[in-house]
T-cell receptor
Framework: GAGVSQSPSNKVTEKGKDVELRCDPI?????LYWYRQRLGQGLEFLIY????????KSGLPSDRFSAERTGESVSTLTIQRTQQEDSAVYLC???????????FGPGTRLTVT | AQSVSQHNHHVILSEAASLELGCNYS??????LFWYVQYPGQHLQLLLK??????LVKGIKGFEAEFIKSKFSFNLRKPSVQWSDTAEYFC???????????FGTGTKLQVIP
C-alpha cells in the first residue's frame, strides 16, 4: 500500500520567506509526527498529533514554526520568516492507533539561502 | 519524562567484526522499544521492535536486540557486520497509549571493507 508521502521533496527559499511543507500519512494512522534532521545530526522532534487530541508542540523551536492537521489526514508544517538555520531535512512519520512502529516519509530538504 | 540515551555517537568497525550498540532508556512502566536504521540517502526504516514476550528479538539483516528490564537497556547486536551495514541507527521508546515516541540521538556506524 501507499506509504507516507511528503511534498515538496526539495525546497529552496530566500531568507525571510515563508514555506509550507506537506505530509500525507498512511490512511488510518491516527498519530503523526514532524521531525527535523540537520546535516549530520540526529532526529529533532518538532510536533506530535494524535487523533483529535491537542497536539504536543513542545519541540517547536520558535513561534515561527507552526503545524496543522485536519482530522487524521494531511498535515502542513509552516515556517515563517525562514532563517538559514532552518535549513534541514524535515521528516514526517505516522503510526497506527495506540502506538507502534512509525512509518517515515522521504522528507523535504529545505535550503534557506 | 521519558528519555533515551545512545552513548556511542560514532562507531567504526572492520567487516566481520561484531557489533553492539548501546541503548538505555528512562521510564518506570511498560515499554515498547524499537531500533530504526537510516542508510545513506534513504528513509528511516524499522530494524526491529520489542513489544512483549521473548526479550531477545530478531530483525532484518541478521540484527538482534535484547531487552533487559533490570538494566533499562535494549542493545542492538550483530555478530558479523558488513560494509552495507554502514548507516545511522536510532533507538526509540514508546510508553504506550497516546504518549509520543522518544528517539535517541543516533549512532553512526561506519564499516570499513
Amino acid at each position: 500500500g501507499a506509504g507516507v508521502s511528503q511534498s515538496p521533496s526539495n525546497k529552496v527559499t530566500e531568507k525571510g520567506k515563508d514555506v509550507e511543507l506537506r505530509c500525507d500519512p498512511i490512511s488510518g494512522h491516527t498519530a503523526l509526527y514532524w521531525y527535523r534532521q540537520r546535516l549530520g545530526q540526529g532526529l529533532e522532534f518538532l510536533i506530535y498529533f494524535q487523533g483529535n487530541s491537542a497536539p504536543d508542540k513542545s519541540g517547536l523551536p520558535s513561534d515561527r514554526f507552526s503545524a496543522e492537521r485536519t482530522g487524521e489526514s494531511v498535515s502542513t508544517l509552516t515556517i515563517q520568516r525562514t532563517q538559514q538555520e532552518d535549513s534541514a531535512v524535515y521528516l514526517c512519520a505516522s503510526s497506527p492507533p495506540m502506538g507502534g512502529e512509525q512509518y517515515f516519509g522521504p522528507g523535504t530538504r529545505l535550503t534557506v539561502t | 519524562a521519558q528519555s533515551v540515551s545512545q552513548h556511542n555517537h560514532h562507531v567504526i568497525l572492520s567487516e566481520a567484526a561484531s557489533l553492539e550498540l548501546g541503548c538505555n532508556y528512562s521510564y518506570g512502566g511498560t515499554v515498547n522499544l524499537f531500533w530504526y536504521v537510516q542508510y545513506p540517502g534513504q528513509h528511516l526504516q524499522l530494524l526491529l521492535k520489542y513489544f512483549s514476550g521473548d526479550p531477545l528479538v530478531k530483525g532484518i539483516k541478521g540484527f538482534e536486540a535484547e531487552f533487559i528490564k533490570s538494566k533499562f537497556s535494549f542493545n542492538l547486536r550483530k555478530p558479523s557486520v558488513q560494509w552495507s551495514d554502514t548507516a545511522e541507527y536510532f533507538c526509540a521508546l514508546d510508553t504506550g497509549g497516546y504518549q509520543k515516541v522518544t528517539f535517541g540521538t543516533g549512532t553512526k556506524l561506519q564499516v570499513i571493507p
